[in-house]
């Protein structure tokens, strides 16, 4: 049974700590996207892949955050410097570029003090 | 700009009855709708998709609508179980120039509580 994976899926850290989530996609799935999940917000889009390829990150505060695909298995988010406001669950998604649905992961908390 | 509205509040129904929870979005026309079901904890799960040019779509005790007109999807589950209590979650996407799917915009979903 294919599945999305994330790791850590808490994290604890302190306001100004470097915090990285790391991701892998289903196998064969080409589309790769990372959601911020708060009680206020819901579900936000930060940032999506197709083929390794930025497509849009218009949802992520530049200044703070990135995300990559160094390869087709791995995809990272990441928040330099972490602020209390970015405490959140972080999903991740992949699918498939012609299908439309995604398949999310079981995501990571992320505490910031 | 795109907004989506779901029934903030939580629903609550007997078990075996039919719950209806509504998907209504404005300053959007999107190519397709999903909803997707959410349990604490957990990631949100696929359910169905429908199509801009599709009325109704089923799956087993799940159905839904979508009314372009109206601007609004109806989503039902029948014959509810306590099985069914969840957060059901609306999405909206659209095609780019190429055909392909593509982002996602989620509602805030609606909570429902199947009562035995």
């Known amino acids: 049974d294919a599945r999305v994976t994330q790791t850590p899926r808490h994290k604890v850290t302190e306001m100004g700590q470097e915090v990285t989530m790391r991701c892998q996609p289903i196998l064969g799935h080409n589309t790769v996207f990372w959601y911020r999940q708060t009680m206020m917000q819901g579900l936000e889009l930060l940032a999506y892949?197709?083929?390794?390829?930025?497509?849009?990150d218009s949802g992520m505060p530049k200044d703070r955050f990135s995300a990559e695909m160094p390869d087709a298995t791995l995809a990272t988010l990441k928040i330099q410097p972490s602020e209390p406001r970015d405490s959140a669950v972080y999903f991740c998604?992949?699918?498939?570029?012609?299908?439309?649905?995604?398949?999310f992961g079981p995501g990571t908390r992320l505490t910031v003090t | 700009s795109q907004k989506i509205e779901q029934n903030s509040e939580a629903l609550n129904i007997q078990e075996g009855k039919t719950a209806t929870l509504t998907c209504n979005y404005t300053?959007?026309?999107?190519?397709?709708l999903q909803w997707y079901r959410q349990d604490p904890g957990r990631g949100p799960v696929f359910l169905l998709l429908i199509r801009e040019n599709e009325k109704e779509k089923r799956k087993e005790r799940l159905k839904v609508t979508f009314d372009t007109t109206l601007k609004q999807s109806l989503f039902h589950i029948t014959a509810s179980q306590p099985a069914d209590s969840a957060t059901y979650l609306c999405a909206l996407g659209n095609l780019d120039g190429s055909g392909n799917t593509g982002k996602l915009i989620f509602g805030q979903g609606t909570t429902l509580q199947v009562k035995p």
């Open positions: 300053n959007y026309s999107p190519a397709y």
């Open positions: 998604a992949s699918g498939r570029d012609r299908g439309g649905e995604q398949y």
């Open positions: 892949f197709r083929n390794r390829a930025p497509l849009d």
